[in-house]
């Protein structure tokens, strides 16, 4: 709908602009895998394809965001039918696969090297690392380079110790991509494990090697080791906030932006915080985003530096002397910060506290935005939603309504943005001399003193009526809001809510398999089986739907007014 409301929008885009637009409905659609080709239908390659292919390469990227992970055989051979038949490099960047990379083109192999990484992430397919790493020595192309490095990292996902050899090896001329290489790789093998020995190794590579690039890899990757403590991550990035180095700052940003995601850990807010006053654009880039990753599905009374966040995010985006890298990581922050319509949580780790392959993948090739925007629209494989559906053994939706033992304003939504109201210009007193002041004050002491108007005494009924008012006002403020609320199956419930949750003590047919503690999809039992069954109404969901469905009851029309005569004449 949003598309279909700013059509002029996409048309005025051009170039990479026209791409990453279009690939911004994978992100709108996540999910809608059944309705996937008629919503991209205006933008995917046809017949006559746009000399550049911008348009249709974005249409392919959103095609793939949208079955993100739940790929089949007939989404598989629509894509390499059109990688067959592609012509340009931003289709072929838009959906690539492996041997494009060997036809030596920088933006598609770029692609490529990604795409290999992503289908055999965690693999450890050696015939795979080989074929990657003699082409990263063979090529002269940064773009292809970096594209095999981050598929050669993603290959090492969750091995652990088995990934020594590829973190061991050198590429031998090429010393810096190796170093990159070893830094990725050991990110990814050992995200979420918390080994000391591996952080202190990365340490000493952020302390030696003299290029900022490997510096600021290293740094990040321990972001990644340490996610799921974020106490630990603090204390062994607190020291590298203060370097002279900005990649190793934006670094350490960025790692405790992913350590701390989605938990609102103060301390970590008050680190993040005096980085958006650093002297390098890229390091307030960096505290933005990972500033967005913290405080992410909070609000004032969870965190109360939430609010003059976003009153930085939207001076920061409405500045015209605002640098534009700083700029773009203010726009990133805004839509990680309202992702999913605020319905949706980041953390690289499942609800049982295990490293989740599609978040923690999907952080790392956001992070490589540094080298490529349109690698930013990886970030929604790390959101989750945070919701509380209940299903009974026909996994169906019945009526349950379940308790929440604090106020319901405390984890509501945001307000929304209100628009500037205009301000009314105040009327300036004319300046007046001094002589004449002079003259109106001796004018005045001539004059006499007003006589004094009668005034009724109050009677008893006024005296009445004030104090009913005061004892309104008394009881109003008295009113205070209930301690505890209801809340309906299915329900959001953000993730510091959940531990307030609880069934009712009385009158509930149905009691949890499991905690409902734990969020998202519960199993339920019902307590009485003679009773009746109440189910939810299901609901249509948003976008485009099926032909099929418009003539069902569900998509009700709603009448027109009645036609009615109006005169400005009564006005």
Same mark, same amino acid.
């Given at each position: 709908m949003m598309f279909l409301e700013n059509l002029d929008w996409i048309s005025k885009a051009t170039n990479w602009n026209k791409f990453n637009a279009v690939a911004s409905l994978g992100l709108i659609h996540k999910g809608h895998e059944r309705e996937a080709?008629? @919503?991209?239908?205006?933008?995917?390659?046809?017949?006559?394809?746009?000399?550049?292919g911008f348009k249709e390469g974005g249409s392919l990227y959103a095609y793939g965001l949208i079955h993100a992970n739940h790929g089949n055989q007939s989404v598989i051979n629509y894509l390499t039918d059109q990688l067959n038949k592609a012509t340009t490099s931003a289709v072929r960047h838009g959906g690539c696969w492996e041997c494009l990379y060997s036809q030596n083109e920088a933006v598609s192999g770029e692609g490529a090297g990604i795409a290999m990484g992503l289908v055999l992430a965690g693999s450890m397919n050696q015939s795979a690392f080989d074929e990657m790493r003699s082409y990263i020595l063979d090529t002269q192309h940064d773009k292809i380079?970096?594209?095999?490095r981050t598929g050669i990292a993603m290959l090492a996902y969750g091995m652990l110790e088995k990934a020594e050899p590829f973190i061991g090896l050198k590429f031998l001329k090429v010393s810096i991509q190796s170093q990159l290489c070893a830094n990725c790789c050991i990110a990814m093998a050992y995200a979420g494990s918390g080994n000391a020995e591996v952080v202190k190794r990365l340490l000493e590579k952020v302390a030696a090697d003299p290029s900022s690039d490997v510096k600021r890899f290293a740094t990040i990757a321990i972001g990644f080791v340490l996610s799921g403590n974020p106490e630990l991550c603090l204390s062994h990035t607190g020291m590298l906030f203060e370097h002279f180095n900005g990649h190793i700052r934006y670094g350490a940003a960025i790692a405790l932006g992913i350590a701390c995601a989605g938990s609102g850990y103060k301390e970590s807010v008050s680190r993040l915080e005096p980085l958006l006053q650093a002297k390098e654009n890229f390091v307030r880039q960096g505290a933005l985003i990972a500033l967005s990753f913290v405080l992410i599905q909070h609000t004032e009374s969870t965190c109360s530096n939430v609010v003059e966040f976003r009153k930085t995010i939207t001076k920061t985006i409405t500045e015209k002397s605002e640098d534009t890298i700083t700029k773009f990581g203010a726009i990133v922050a805004q839509g990680i910060l309202d992702a999913g319509g605020r319905n949706v949580t980041l953390s690289l780790h499942n609800r049982d506290g295990q490293p989740d392959m599609p978040s923690v993948l999907g952080t790392f090739v956001f992070l490589q935005h540094w080298y490529w925007h349109s690698l930013t629209h990886f970030i929604s494989l790390a959101f989750q939603p945070t919701c509380l559906i209940g299903l009974n053994k026909g996994l169906k939706m019945p009526k349950i309504v379940f308790r929440c033992n604090t106020k319901a304003s405390y984890f509501a939504y945001p307000p929304p943005l209100e628009d500037k109201k205009k301000v009314e210009v105040e009327k300036v007193e004319v300046a007046v001399l001094s002589t004449t002041n002079k003259k109106k004050g001796g004018e005045k002491k001539k004059e006499q003193e007003p006589e004094k108007m009668e005034v009724d005494e109050p009677t008893d009924e006024t005296h009445s009526d004030d104090k009913e008012k005061s004892d309104e006002r008394v009881n109003k403020e008295a009113v205070q809001e209930p301690s505890f609320h209801n809340i309906s199956n299915p329900a959001r419930v953000v993730r510091l809510q959940l531990r307030k949750l609880s069934m009712p003590t009385e009158g509930s047919q149905y009691t949890p398999i499991k905690s409902i503690t734990r969020g998202g999809i519960i199993? $339920?039992?019902?307590?009485?089986? =003679?009773?009746?069954?109440?189910?939810?109404?299901?609901? @249509?969901?948003? !976008? @485009?739907?099926? =032909?099929?469905?418009?003539? #069902? =009851? !569900?998509? #009700?029309?709603?009448?027109?007014?009645?036609? $009615?005569? $109006?005169?400005?004449l009564n006005y």
């Open positions: 080709r008629k @919503i991209l239908d205006p933008y995917l390659p046809r017949g006559d394809v746009d000399p550049y380079q970096r594209g095999l199993m $339920f039992e019902r307590l009485n089986e =003679d009773e009746e069954e109440e189910l939810v109404e299901a609901a @249509i969901a948003g !976008g @485009i739907s099926s =032909d099929s469905g418009d003539s #069902k =009851d !569900g998509m #009700k029309t709603v009448a027109p007014h009645e036609p $009615f005569n $109006f005169s400005l």
